[in-house]
């Protein structure tokens, strides 16, 4: 039941999606938390969601487009663990000890070939990928479903996040906790209050609990993706 779930939303996500229309911007060349701060403290109390959003499926007739694609991006995007930064998708020989996140097949994940599917493994205790600059329009709406990769002992947080256009960190516009066991987390997060906005948006999995394996420890973003419809 759990790989059916995933593999509806692919499906209804491919099917109505056009090619991804992004702005193409240089990197941030500031990317808080800046090198000049102290590493995130590991007792940081991060606030979590008493429940997770119902999604809200658009109508079956409904067209619209790709605004932002996670994965596509994925090189785009500035990696950071704490104040250090990371270099964007290393060589697999590279030292990965600092984290790491990587696009995983589909057929070997049990999903349609070209589900995009963005593995984030820390490492450590977050890892952090910020965005290049995306304007929110009315309407737009971020959805991707969560999971752990493995059966092995999981318990981490995704999150939301984001840098305004004056650079400040709202580090959890939205969170979801996710254990070992849990059911596929399907999220379709309305945007339109931040509609007008140019923001560099940032995904971030954080460990709950001293970290045992990297094997164990990593989250799975399907799909990640800002959905625009037409007018």
Known sequence: MRHISI???ALSLLAACVPISVSTLSPATQAPPSPTLAPL???TVVPTLTSIPEPTPAPSDSLGTIGLDFVALLCNADWMNGAVHLLP???PNADLSGGDA???DALSEGLPANTPILQMIPNANALFLRYPSFTVKAGDRFRTTLLCHTAAPCDVEFALGYYDANH???DSFMVWDY???DPPIDVDLDLSPL???SLDFVLTLRLSHSIQSPDED???WIAPHIYRPLP
Do not use: E
Request: aromatic fraction near 4%.
């Open 168 to 170: 400040k960190y709202r």
């Open 7 to 9: 593999v509806c939303l």
């Open 89 to 91: 998708c290393p060589n």
């Open 218 to 220: 990593n989250g799975l």
């Open 102 to 104: 990587r696009v995983l």
């Open 195 to 197: 509609a007008g906005q």
């Open 179 to 181: 254990k070992a066991g």
């Open 41 to 43: 403290p590991t007792d």
